[in-house]
């Protein structure tokens, strides 16, 4: 327990990440990974990442990141998006894939699956994108967990032009719409926010329990 809490005491938004470090590829197979097994509504997993390491693409990225020079100095520039479209095939496929993996029979799924095809197809496309992209939130807390626990250095964003990037990254030939950016990689040591204290509530003040 107090390992944890000792990583989670030593990450903080990055401002300015050292461009001459780079994770290495088992440190970014496990962000992947993480990202991957986050948990999400239903199990429907309505997001994807993209994982930029292009110079050229970061540099591009931070005139749509309101000058946050991180996106360019990173190791790795983490994009969440989400799905564009969650239809009925798109939940059908994710049923498939349960029978596949799990053989559970058809006859337990179907129920389940035709309830989510007629909840999802009442659904407005904006409440739809909203529920995909709070699952993109659960994924950003997730990385950046592991992120502390690996010692790598982190900085989430929600500063950023979507259209932007999604142009630049060609995400709407993709099928997906970007909605939270995390430059990640090593801290540079002249970044003076390193060693700030971190400002948060009173743990009495943050934590209610009952009873």
């Given at each position: 327990?107090?390992?944890?809490?000792?990583?989670?005491?030593?990450?903080?938004?990055?401002?300015?990440?050292?461009?001459?470090?780079?994770?290495?590829?088992?440190?970014?197979?496990?962000?992947?990974?993480?990202?991957?097994?986050?948990?999400?509504?239903?199990g429907?997993q309505?997001?994807?990442?993209?994982?930029?390491?292009?110079?050229?693409?970061?540099?591009?990225?931070?005139?749509?990141?309101?000058?946050?020079?991180?996106?360019?100095?990173?190791?790795?520039?983490?994009?969440?998006?989400?799905?564009?479209?969650?239809?009925?095939?798109?939940?059908?496929?994710?049923?498939?894939?349960?029978?596949?993996?799990?053989?559970?029979?058809s006859?337990?799924?179907?129920?389940?699956?035709?309830?989510?095809?007629?909840?999802?197809?009442?659904?407005e496309?904006?409440?739809?994108?909203k529920?995909?992209?709070?699952?993109?939130y659960l994924?950003?807390?997730?990385?950046l967990?592991?992120?502390?626990?690996?010692k790598?250095?982190?900085?989430?964003?929600?500063?950023?032009?979507?259209?932007?990037?999604d142009?630049?990254l060609?995400?709407k030939?993709?099928?997906?719409?970007s909605?939270?950016?995390?430059?990640?990689?090593?801290?540079?040591?002249?970044?003076?926010?390193?060693?700030?204290?971190?400002?948060?509530?009173?743990?009495?003040?943050?934590?209610?329990e009952?009873?």
């Amino acid at each position: 327990m107090e390992d944890s809490i000792e990583h989670m005491e030593w990450r903080y938004a990055v401002k300015k990440f050292d461009a001459e470090r780079n994770l290495s590829a088992p440190k970014v197979e496990k962000l992947k990974m993480a990202f991957n097994l986050t948990a999400t509504s239903y199990g429907l997993q309505p997001i994807r990442m993209v994982v930029v390491q292009n110079k050229t693409i970061q540099e591009a990225l931070v005139a749509h990141s309101y000058g946050q020079e991180q996106v360019a100095q990173a190791s790795h520039v983490l994009v969440l998006c989400i799905e564009n479209v969650i239809d009925k095939d798109y939940i059908t496929a994710y049923f498939e894939q349960v029978a596949e993996i799990r053989g559970t029979s058809s006859t337990i799924l179907e129920p389940f699956k035709d309830s989510l095809v007629a909840n999802f197809s009442q659904k407005e496309v904006s409440e739809v994108r909203k529920w995909a992209t709070n699952q993109a939130y659960l994924a950003m807390g997730n990385l950046l967990t592991i992120c502390a626990m690996e010692k790598i250095d982190s900085c989430p964003m929600e500063g950023f032009v979507p259209q932007e990037y999604d142009r630049i990254l060609q995400l709407k030939e993709k099928g997906l719409s970007s909605v939270l950016v995390m430059p990640v990689g090593y801290r540079a040591e002249d970044d003076m926010f390193a060693d700030f204290k971190k400002v948060r509530k009173d743990i009495k003040e943050s934590i209610i329990e009952l009873r």
